[in-house]
């Protein structure tokens, strides 16, 4: 069964920085895109950002864009989202999310909480 192991979450003030983590175990994981997504309280999941296999191509949400960084190390099957310059906005739970490169299924983490307070 595939994992995803968020962390890296917590409470911080705005205009702090943290660094997110995504361990996978899938085993196509150098070859399958990733993403990173997150569910505000009484908000439905939204897109924050996503890379292609190998980093090259990088997207992201608006709301985001210029602050979160996401990269990852395929060989330590690790993605990351660095956020600078948190906001009040930014707290979310945040989740890992990785298409199969194999047959396109759609793997998710439970998620690591981010709170940040004004």
């Known amino acids: 069964q595939v994992q995803l192991v968020e962390s890296g979450g917590g409470p911080v003030q705005a205009g702090d920085s943290l660094r997110l983590s995504c361990l996978s175990s899938l085993r196509t994981f150098s070859t399958s895109a990733m993403g990173w997504f997150r569910q505000a309280p009484g908000k439905e999941r939204e897109f924050v950002a996503a890379?292609?296999?190998?980093?090259?191509?990088?997207y992201y949400a608006d709301s985001v864009k210029g602050r979160f960084i996401i990269s990852r190390d395929n060989g330590r099957n690790t993605l990351y989202l660095q956020m600078n310059k948190l906001t009040p906005e930014d707290t979310a739970v945040y989740y890992c999310?990785?298409?199969?490169?194999?047959?396109?299924?759609?793997?998710w983490g439970k998620g690591t909480l981010v709170t940040v307070s004004s």
């Open positions: 890379t292609n296999w190998n980093g090259g191509e990088r």
């Open positions: 999310n990785a298409k199969d490169d194999h047959d396109g299924t759609d793997h």
